[in-house]
Structures are given as structure tokens and as C-alpha cells.
């Protein structure tokens, strides 16, 4: 039974709305909490599956706590490796522009630089501005299936190396008080992972890209040619088609699975004030289409 076929079962005064074709389901008539019944935890996690990113309006009721409460229903909290989390929380960031280092005007899945990068996130919109401020989600399995046959064979045998010391001079609009956080806090524990370019995933067995911009470079191919390779994958995973844009409100809540999608905060909001609060639960080691798992270095600062 597909994720919206059981949740209109367990809930039948759930809606779920179809975003985009592609990615993207909004679920109406549900109060999220950490005292959710199984089966309902269960639909969710069924329709996460199926629509990559499903959101919910009106969740005001949610504070930090709650939040997590209900993010742990769906397994382990994880904070962020070197960011840590909010104090008195076990996962919870807090994502303000305001706030140097905290940048995410860039196509990207969460913490790639690790082995077993988080499987999913619940974001909470804590203050909105009046204008701009939205995020953009893709799809990255549809992206792989998109590639013609010869493009995925080619995609099914390359590796990529991430980090979180990636050059900040590709970062669009990087501020240099955001410059002078990344070199401080940060890189000052360098963490790298070989990934498969593609990925296996370990619920639905779909095949995903894994090519954010994040990645340092291809294992075994010049800096020349696997730009244009990444340039190549990357114009499959940002296609418009294969996207779904999300203007928020206060309250919002939106949940995406790391392991199927990237996305993309536009920074088009001025100097208004945005806040936005996640949880992250821990995800499993990257498999490639022929068995090999991701394998992380850490590395001591310089």
C-alpha cells in the first residue's frame, strides 16, 4: 500500500495535496506530535517515501521539544558533527542568515561530509519574513532516471569526494564574516567521505544521485573533466520539472528525505529576519549499485 493510500486510511480526515509532479506532497488535517500512533508515524513515513518532501501548515503548537519528540518517532537524533546542537535539545540547529557560517543558498543534501549522512530532517519555521525566504527541494532519484542509459551506466561506476572544507569561494554571496567562520569554526575538524555518485536506497531500493555542491571532486577524474561531468549531472537534478518550491509561514513544518533529494534556501529576503529550527535523524552508510559503502576520513585541523 503506497504512503497516501495509508494515510488516508489511518487518518481519514487527512488530505494530502500533490505539490508537483514529480516531488512534494502537502498533508493537511494532521497535528504533529510525538504521541502519534504507530500506524500514523508509519503512513508518514510511507508518504515521505513516496513524495521525497512532504509539508505540513499550522504547527505552531511545536516547540523545540515537541519537535523532536516527533522526529524521534521516525529513529535516532543526531546533532550536527560540528555545530552541535541547541543547548538542552539532542539535535536541534538553528538556521538564521543573521548568523555568520549559516548559509544554504546552494543546491546540497545535509552533511554529506559524513558516512552515514542524516536520512531525515523536520524543519520548523520559527520566523518567516513578509517577503521571499522560500525553499526549493529536487528530486534526486527522478534526476537519475532522467539520464539516458550509457549516462547512468557511467554514473553507476563514479565516486566523489566530499568535505566540509570545500572551497567557500564557490559559495554564492559568501560574506566575509561567513568566510572567517567557515575557516574558525567550521573546517576545525576536517571531515572527508568518498561517496558512490550513485546510491541505493535502502527503503525503496531507488537508485539517487549524490552530487551536491558540496563535493570536492571525482574520484579519479582531472579537476577539467569532472567539473563538466558535475555540471552535466547537476542540470538533471536543478531541472525546474524536477522540483518543488515551498513559500512558508510562521509554524510550517517541512520534512524531507536526505537520501532522495537536495535543496536549495533562496536568500531573496533583504535584511528581514528568518529563522528556521531542524532535526536530524540519523541515517545508514551510502551503498553503491554494486555493494560498496561510503567510506569516511577524519582528518585533525590544521
Known sequence: MSGTALIDEVIPRADIVKRAARIGAEIKNLKLSGELPEQTIAAINGALLEHKVIFFRDQSHLDDAEQERFAQRFGRLVPHPIMGAIKGTASMLEIDLRHAGNRADLWHADLTFIDAYPKIAVLRAAVIPAFGGDTVWSNT??????????????????????????????????????????????????????????????????????????????????????????????????????????????????????????????????????????????????????????????????
Open 141 to 302: 532519484v527522478a534526476a537519475y532516471l532522467d539520464l539516458p542509459p550509457p549516462l547512468q551506466r557511467l554514473a553507476d561506476e563514479l565516486w566523489v569526494l566530499y568535505s566540509n572544507a570545500f572551497d567557500h569561494a564557490v559559495m554564492p554571496r559568501a560574506r566575509e564574516a561567513d568566510k572567517e567562520n567557515w575557516d574558525k569554526v567550521y573546517t576545525r575538524t576536517i571531515y572527508e567521505t568518498e561517496h558512490p555518485v550513485v546510491r541505493v536506497h535502502p527503503e525503496t531500493g531507488e537508485r539517487a544521485l549524490v552530487l551536491g555542491d558540496g563535493m570536492r571532486h571525482f574520484v579519479g577524474i582531472p579537476k577539467y573533466d569532472g567539473q563538466r561531468l558535475f555540471d552535466l549531472f547537476k542540470s538533471h537534478i536543478t531541472a525546474p520539472e524536477n522540483t518543488v518550491r515551498w513559500n512558508w509561514k510562521e509554524g510550517d513544518v517541512a520534512m524531507w528525505d536526505n537520501r532522495a533529494t537536495q535543496h536549495y534556501a533562496v536568500a531573496d529576503y533583504g535584511d528581514q529576519h528568518r529563522q528556521v529550527r531542524r532535526a536530524t535523524i540519523e541515517g545508514e552508510v551510502p551503498v553503491s549499485v554494486d555493494g560498496k559503502r561510503s567510506v569516511m576520513r577524519i582528518m585533525p585541523s590544521k
